[in-house]
């Protein structure tokens, strides 16, 4: 007897928290993949959201190290001294942010922190501004915490960004935050400072709107591209502003779990509360190791971002070669969020309509043994998104696989 029945005989009643959140796509689809390979079909899974590199040496040795150096016990609740200066450092020297140690927090992910700065701040019926196409998790996580996510649909044409005018009738006397991310996932666009001016000027009118950004994929960014985050931009708004961040995908470091935000003290404090009876503190040892991250040798960096790019040209060009399919060039992050609206309507081989960008992405599993995710799971339709943070040989053979599947498309 599986976990599952025996839990559904024993009558569980799960949490209405819960109610309204499934199991995300993106990890239905990857179980449905995994089940094909399973059964010998040669399926390509481009739905991975981690860099296909190994986390760098220095950094192992790091956590090693602090293992011999019986650095294994519980640590201060929201991060060690040593990890808080790094990130007080980094914060200084790659985003010119001043943030005083009691002004950073340390956690499990920056899906911790997501978790944990909505849960210090969200009461029931508070609302979040999320710009879409957005990253699931944040829509899932305002609800468990019993907030209302506010998706506003942001057009291709825009580089789907959000304009100032749709902050502004977004903003009700409920709003608590606005959430952006640059580089995003799942659509690879970034904000420049000319693109987030126009928005800190709207919030510079909402004194009760606070900005949280997630700017994960900071160091994925392509010709020449100058990142920035607003806390540097707009020093007016660093006050109600939680700069979000982690070591996840700049260092290949996913598995090891740390993330971490600078923000002003009442939320930093009120966050450690949260964590404080969900985790007691994140790993001692992969503190350690994100120490030798923020502070060792940055080079690779700039070398794995140049693997990134040539891949992400030799996917945007395949796709804007298939009749149908259109895909802007992302400034960041390794997805591309191409459009699919040229298809839909189109004949399969065995004679079902593709009437949703679902249907299209369930035809290439099926057909073309690729797996990508649609863009409804990300909140906007009809698009698709690949993440090309695999070989080139793979990503070679995915795209001349859905090339092959398009054309078989009447
Ligand atoms: C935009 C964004 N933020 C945060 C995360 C999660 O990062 P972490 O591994 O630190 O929890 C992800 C992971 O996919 C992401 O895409």
Redesign the pocket.
């Known amino acids: 007897m599986t976990m599952a029945t025996k839990v559904e005989e024993a009558g569980f009643r799960p949490a209405s928290r819960i109610a309204a959140i499934g199991v995300s796509k993106i990890l239905q689809i990857g179980a449905r993949a995994n089940q094909m390979k399973r059964e010998g079909h040669p399926v390509i899974i481009l739905g991975a959201?981690e860099p296909d590199f190994d986390t760098p040496d220095n950094i192992k040795e790091a956590a090693k190290a602090a293992i011999d150096r019986g650095e294994t016990k519980y640590t201060a609740l929201d991060g060690t001294p040593e990890l808080k200066k790094a990130v007080a450092e980094k914060f200084r020297r790659e985003n010119g942010v001043d943030y005083a140690l009691d002004e950073i927090t340390i956690a499990t992910?920056?899906?911790?922190i997501?978790f944990n700065a909505f849960m210090a701040s969200i009461d029931p019926g508070d609302e979040v501004i999320i710009p879409t196409p957005y990253?699931t998790?944040y829509s899932d996580i305002v609800e468990i915490c019993g907030g209302v996510p506010v998706l506003v649909p942001c057009a291709a044409a825009a580089g789907f960004r959000l304009k100032a005018e749709q902050l502004e009738k977004a903003i009700t006397p409920r709003t608590r935050w606005l959430l952006l991310?640059s580089p995003?996932?799942p659509s690879g666009t970034a904000y420049g400072e000319a693109d987030y001016r126009p928005l800190l000027d709207v919030l510079l009118r909402h004194p009760h709107v606070w900005l949280m950004v997630?700017d994960?994929?900071e160091h994925i960014v392509y010709d020449g591209f100058r990142f920035v985050t607003p806390a540097a931009i707009e020093p007016r708004l660093r006050e109600r502003t939680l700069t979000i961040n982690?070591v996840?995908?700049a260092y290949a470091m996913?598995g090891w779990?740390?993330?971490y935000a600078g923000g002003p003290k009442a939320v930093i404090k009120a966050m450690a509360v949260i964590q404080s009876q969900a985790t007691s503190c994140p790993s001692s040892v992969s503190q350690a190791a994100s120490v030798e991250a923020l502070n060792g040798p940055q080079g690779f960096l700039k070398e794995r971002q140049e693997s990134f790019r040539q891949r992400r040209d030799l996917v945007v060009a395949a796709l804007n070669a298939i009749p149908g399919i259109d895909c802007r060039t992302p400034e960041g992050a390794f997805y591309t969020f191409a459009g699919c609206a040229g298809l839909i309507g189109k004949k399969t081989p065995s004679g079902k309509v593709i009437e949703t960008d679902a249907d299209f992405t369930d035809y290439l599993l099926q057909e073309a043994h690729v797996a990508v995710v649609p863009g409804s799971a990300f909140g906007l339709s009809p698009f698709f998104r690949i993440s090309y943070a695999t070989s080139e040989a793979e990503l070679k053979e995915a795209l001349q696989r859905i090339a092959q599947a398009c054309a078989r498309l009447a």
Do not use: E, F, P, V
């Open positions: 959201g992910g920056a899906k911790q997501l990253w998790s991310n995003s996932n997630d994960m994929y982690g996840s995908k996913t779990r740390i993330g």
